[in-house]
């Protein structure tokens, strides 16, 4: 586990925009995933974006032409861009990444503590 410090929550009518921020707060060897998960109340947790270390992203569905997710890996940082916010789109945002520590060692998991995004009609 390390630790990622998120920033970037908070309040928006829908239609506007927020940008998210999650920082690695140590150096790893590799970092091969980043994304971004959220989770509404009374629902379970979902993958919102996640970007892998060649550049490839994937995107829930219901997001797709309105957010962007990017990384900067010198920073081992991740972003992501939401626009044309909906109500939908309310829930607590964690940040995710799956990592390694050395050449040949195991992947592990960590997750940021989440930020909330309230998006009001």
């Known amino acids: 586990q390390v630790q990622l410090t998120e920033s970037g929550g908070g309040l928006v009518q829908a239609g506007g925009s927020l940008r998210l921020s999650c920082a690695v707060a140590e150096t790893v060897f590799s970092i091969n995933v980043m994304g971004w998960y959220r989770q509404a109340p009374g629902k379970q947790r979902e993958l919102v974006a996640r970007?892998?270390?060649?550049?490839?992203?994937d995107y829930l569905d219901s997001v797709k032409g309105r957010f962007t997710i990017s990384r900067d890996s010198p920073k081992n940082a991740v972003y992501l861009q939401m626009n044309s916010l909906k109500p939908d789109d309310t829930g607590v945002y964690y940040c995710?990444?799956?990592?390694?520590?050395?050449?040949?060692?195991?992947?592990?998991?960590?997750w940021g503590q989440g930020t909330q995004v309230t998006v009001s009609s």
């Open positions: 995710h990444i799956i990592a390694t520590r050395g050449r040949g060692s195991l992947e592990f998991n960590s």
């Open positions: 970007v892998g270390s060649g550049g490839s992203t």
